[in-house]
């Protein structure tokens, strides 16, 4: 009997350890009537490296003329999702905008029926609207790369106050062009570049320019890998950066009001994009001083270490570095931390970096554009409204300035007075606000000591006026 009961619990066991690492089969049940007649079928994942083709992972034709693939056993939860061949014809909502990773969980063997209700590059190419923002250009369709010996689709975000001001401003150039503007472009979801920034304006922040640059499709990891990677190639980076400096950048700057020195400069990009910005920074800190580091992939090549600790000159450079620890990837975060130890123990000032680990966060154009403000607030140092050189007081100002108790207003030409006034601290925080009939002059006793913006709102126009408060 004893041995009965031992020969039964081994059985229990190995029945237990089979049904956690069973075989998943998926079974495409439906697909959107815009499918190719003669398409292929791929999953992709965090299982094979997120390759959105590998011949390994096509899926075939059952006898019930379905697609449909048969994943080895495993254990756990894996992330996937479906395409044709590319991360152009990944899966889309039924109007080809972004959705979330697929998940599933490994327990007994079963055969998983999925439903596929768009694809991203055809159900947004014509049923989806556009989303980019009326500041938001394409510089060019077909910018000329002669370093690359290829051509490239621009794109650029000038802020609202552009065609109304002399001013130069500053520039932001980031990769993956398609993702930051417009859902109906983006491959998987945008960034939300331009609503963010034109909600910062709003708030009175003096935003850059954003010169977006489209990936080359399957260019896109040659270009945005500096070194090789035995398994993916790529090693093109040095070229695509000499483009920006050499070609991209000087266009900008002849046909553009722009700030053209560093301390006005960034680069940003995520993941792969994270990558070559980081390439950036350090091969070219003359040129770019403001540089985003969004789930940079490091993982890509060591050389990225040795590099970095043999060229690195931080130089006037100020570098945000953010990830996910959510992102699929175990190594993500602390490859993170080991290179911004790296970048200090190389120069660079602690104060001049920023380093976090978004709670939650993925590997995906949604969190990133959820940083994004963030990111570029603090890269830029972008106070509201202070700029000496765009004190805007053409309506009307507050005196006297200096202050202690009170502030008078001084009507100007224009003979209006203000529906609102804001006084916001140097830090951005709202502190005092004044709103329909307001009596002046107004009273600012209970603020500390130091600097402030009065923010004045006419109608639908903003003006701006730095003021000391003794």
Known sequence: ??????????????????????????????LPVTTPQDATIYITGDF????????????????????????????????????????????????????????FNYGNGQTVEITISGWEDLGGSGGGNS?????????SENFEMPQLNRTRRIWIYLPPDYDSTSKNYSVLYMHDGQNLFDVKTSFAGEWKVDESLNTLYDQGYEV??????????????????????????????????????????????????????????????????????????????EIFGKIGLFSPSYWFSDT????????????????????????????????????????????LDGTKMQVKVVPG??????????????????????????????????????????????????????NLLPEKVDIISESGMLVKSFENEINFPIKIGGLSKGNYVILTTFNNSKEYQKFMKN
Request: charged share 20%.
């Open 131 to 139: 989303t980019a923002a009326a500041n938001v250009h394409i510089m």
């Open 208 to 285: 850059p320019v954003v010169v977006g640059i489209d990936n080359g499709g399957s260019h896109r990891i040659d270009e945005l890998t500096p070194w090789k990677n035995n398994h993916y190639g790529g090693g093109d980076g040095e070229k695509y950066t000499a483009f920006i400096v050499e070609t991209l950048k000087p266009y900008v700057d002849s046909h553009y009001r722009t700030k053209s020195n560093s301390e006005s400069t960034g680069i940003m990009g995520s993941s792969l994009g994270g990558l070559i910005s980081h390439y950036a920074m350090v091969a070219y800190p």
């Open 1 to 30: 009997m004893k041995s009965n009961r031992i020969f039964f619990i081994i059985i229990l066991f190995l029945l237990l350890d089979f049904g956690a690492h069973a075989q998943v089969t998926f079974r495409i049940i439906s």
């Open 361 to 414: 966060g993925q590997h995906n154009e949604a969190s990133w554009g959820q940083q994004f403000s963030a990111a570029v607030k603090w890269m830029f140092q972008l106070t509201q409204g202070i700029d000496d050189s765009e004190n805007k007081v053409k309506t009307g100002y507050f005196y006297p300035n200096p202050s202690s108790e009170e502030l008078y207003y001084k009507i100007g030409t224009t």
């Open 48 to 103: 094979n490296d997120w390759s959105p083709g590998e011949l390994s992972y096509k899926l075939s034709m059952n006898a019930e003329n379905q697609h449909e693939i048969t994943l080895p056993p495993g254990s756990g939860n894996i992330e996937f999702k479906f395409t044709r061949g590319s991360w152009e014809t990944v899966e889309g909502t039924e109007n080809g905008t972004y959705i979330p990773n697929r998940n």
């Open 304 to 347: 990225v270490n040795t590099y970095t600790s043999e060229h690195f000159n931080p130089a006037s450079v100020r570098a945000y570095m953010m990830c996910g620890d959510n992102e699929g990837d175990s190594d993500m975060v602390p490859d993170m931390q080991e290179m911004a130890i790296l970048l200090q123990q190389s120069g």
